[in-house]
């Protein structure tokens, strides 16, 4: 079982900078590809929209095309966490953002929502132009 805690969200300027931390508990952290997702509020009834995943071991990573060169996913085993760093942030990124988990599987469905397994609750992100 893996409990997951997202925080660093906020309003934010368009250009502007936001962290996000997820913090899991459980020692099979490690184990799993961590992933971000996010659901704009124009959305409310379609599937989270896939942003980045990283690997087990922090040597893969994946981007969706929107925010591929301006996010960047990390991953810290030692202290259970898993970051995004987002950068030039634009107001369509306005949306939760939710952390996930999944078991290490086919790096063809990393986009895929539900191959996670264990979810945050979400936080909030609002870039305003």
């Known amino acids: 079982q893996v409990q997951l805690v997202e925080s660093g969200g906020g309003l934010v300027q368009a250009g502007g900078s936001l962290r996000l931390s997820c913090a899991a508990s459980?020692?099979?952290?490690?184990?799993?590809?961590m992933g971000w997702f996010r659901q704009a509020p124009s959305a409310p009834g379609k599937e989270r929209e896939f942003v980045a995943a990283i690997s087990w071991s922090g040597g893969s990573t994946y981007y969706s095309d929107s925010v591929k060169g301006r996010f960047t996913i990390s991953r810290d085993n030692a202290k259970n966490t898993q970051y995004l760093q987002m950068n030039s942030l634009k107001p369509e990124d306005t949306a939760v953002y939710y952390c996930?988990?999944?078991?290490?599987?086919?790096?063809?469905?990393?986009?895929?929502?539900?191959?996670?397994?264990?979810w945050g609750q979400g936080t909030q992100v609002t870039v305003s132009s």
């Open positions: 459980g020692r099979t952290f490690s184990t799993y590809t």
């Open positions: 996930a988990a999944r078991p290490t599987g086919r790096a063809s469905s990393i986009a895929y929502s539900p191959e996670y397994h264990y």
